[in-house]
T-cell receptor, first 111, second 117 residues
Framework: LAKTTQPISMDSYEGQEVNITCSHN???????ITWYQQFPSQGPRFIIQ???TKVTNEVASLFIPADRKSSTLSLPRVSLSDTAVYYC????????????FGSGTRLQVQP | NAGVMQNPRHLVRRRGQEARLRCSPM?????VYWYRQLPEEGLKFMVY????????ESGMPKERFSAEFPKEGPSILRIQQVVRGDSAAYFC???????????????FGPGTRLTVT
């Protein structure tokens, strides 16, 4: 799986938009980009997955530039409950292979 | 549709004892993955199983650890002769039999927190 680099931590306030960028310079042609969210004492939860351009769901948006060497997870109007660790993963067929988690980005949302 | 279930949620064992962790995948899922997470770290892959088959055990320590996913019943991660370094959160994930375009995610359980005293 392609190696990913993301900030160790980020701080934000309620109501703000949060953008977390992940670098994956060695992404392969068939790789997908997947983001997971993990709350303390819980298992990771799938947030969003994309291959190119923009993907949006009820939780977040994922922006992927044309070269696909990076991606940005965008959380609109965060609340205190969005405080969690966010993991960026890159790989193909991630429903059939081991996932490689980095250290993730620890997002702290303040009131 | 119940999610991935793991039990027990918390397990305390003395050094040298055996630990058995159970994982019931989501209904319709036949692929199970086990991960270990140390405090302040990301999850580390251990083993990937399908019913009655081990597909990938490249992340599993060679000694004391074993996993199975029988035809009937939950998947079991077994740790023999536990040591303090085995203390961690162990997460199980599952994925469905058939993958659609959007079906590439793994669904995680709540984890079992193992403490070795």
């Amino acid at each position: 799986l392609a190696k990913t680099t993301q900030p160790i931590s980020m701080d934000s306030y309620e109501g703000q938009e949060v953008n977390i960028t992940c670098s994956h310079n060695n992404i392969a042609t068939n790789d997908y980009i997947t983001w997971y969210q993990q709350f303390p004492s819980q298992g990771p939860r799938f947030i969003i997955q994309g291959y190119k351009t923009k993907v949006t769901n009820e939780v977040a948006s994922l922006f992927i530039p044309a070269d696909r060497k990076s991606s940005t997870l965008s959380l609109p109007r965060v609340s205190l409950s969005d405080t969690a660790v966010y993991y960026c993963l890159v790989g193909v067929d991630t429903g059939r292979r081991a996932l490689t988690f980095g250290s993730g980005t620890r997002l702290q949302v303040q009131p | 549709n119940a999610g991935v279930m793991q039990n027990p949620r918390h397990l305390v064992r003395r050094r040298g004892q055996e630990a058995r962790l159970r994982c019931s995948p989501m209904k319709g899922h036949s692929h199970v993955y086990w991960y270990r997470q140390l405090p302040e770290e990301g999850l580390k892959f251990m083993v990937y199983l399908q019913k009655e088959n081990i597909i990938d055990e490249s992340g599993m320590p060679k000694e004391r650890f074993s996993a199975e996913f029988p035809k009937e019943g939950p998947s079991i991660l077994r740790i023999q002769q536990v040591v303090r370094g085995d203390s961690a959160a162990y997460f199980c994930a599952s994925s469905p039999i058939f993958l659609e375009d959007r079906g590439r995610e793994q669904y995680f359980g709540p984890g079992t927190r193992l403490t070795v005293t």
